[in-house]
């Protein structure tokens, strides 16, 4: 079976964060991700190329934004909240507020 990098909590990095929500597609994913919990990789409706989402949610996983959790052939993905909140307090609330509506 196949596993996927997550950094740790503590391996979390700031500028690594900060790297993977500069990008808007990446913030969308995030925000999208923030009010609905944990999604399988298909159900977000983004209208960009299979490839470049993938590599957008790889960003995000391993920057320690997203978790993604693997269930036979479905990826199910979700924030890093607690992690998030432990290493950078205020942080998600920051994006939530800042974040323009998709």
């Not at 399988?40 to 960003?59: E, R």
Request: overall charge neutral.
């Amino acid at each position: 079976m196949r596993t996927l990098y997550h950094p740790n909590r503590e391996e979390i990095q700031f500028s690594s964060v900060l790297y993977a929500l500069s990008d808007q597609i990446r913030l969308q994913i995030v925000t999208m991700l923030l009010e609905k919990n944990e999604q399988s990789c298909g159900a977000l409706n983004i209208p960009i190329a299979k490839s470049t989402l993938s590599h957008h949610f790889k960003v995000l996983r391993e920057s320690g934004v997203m978790y993604t959790r693997l269930e036979g052939t479905q990826r199910f993905i979700s924030i890093r909240e607690d992690d998030l909140n432990a290493r950078f307090p205020g942080l998600l609330d920051v994006v939530i507020h800042v974040t323009e509506p998709y």
